[in-house]
């Protein structure tokens, strides 16, 4: 529907709940894991996130969309469980992609963050050496962003951009990938130019929670971040970053 015309006021609006997964294993014996399985405490984190999602009274989830990553698989699996929902995977939704660190010492991992951290923004959009460009992984996510909204009849408005059309009854989808992809996706829909460190304009700890939804406005839909950063339902000591 374009903005100027009239938009249809049963439709009901459509949430977004964005998952950070839980805590990963970032290490093992002192080595780096370049995909790794949830800590302990990230099966914890994924628990209390999925009975918060599957006893919300407010809206029930209706889609279980999922990065690749085994981190956050493993993060939606009690989702699906709890839910009833089946795992979607959709791979361009995985965090952006770090240098092959496989065999490399946790401590030497870490110097690498630490002394890369002041780059200039130049460097900052080029990314790691040999890991993927900020720029394409933006470009990655949001397109991925772009195409689920669109199969589900969600587009962005031709007159105003700052504007969306809804032609559907879509419910609730529940989308759990990583900090930085979450924090670009956020981005993107609140209309923000992007810069190459998403993850640290919008911080998002492990298992928490980012809540998006559609409202109607000026004749067509906008997206509204009702939440961000949500860990109301994993207690302090639980909690990770």
Known sequence: MAASGSFRVSLPPMDIIFVRHGQPQWAIDGLSQPNPHLTELGRKQATLAAARIATDEKATATELIVSPAIRSQETADPIATTTGLTITTIDDLVEIQMPD??????????????????RTPDEWWDGLPGGEPFRDFHNRVTTALDALLANRGITRNHEDPRLWDVSDELGRIVIVAHGGTNSVCLAHLMGAPPSPWEWEKYVLFHGSFARVKFIPLAGAYVPSLRTFNDQDHIPSELRSR
């Not at 660190?101 to 002041?118: C, L, Y």
């Open 101 to 118: 660190w496989e065999g490399v010492t946790e401590e030497a991992v870490i110097d690498i963050f630490r002394t890369t951290r002041h």
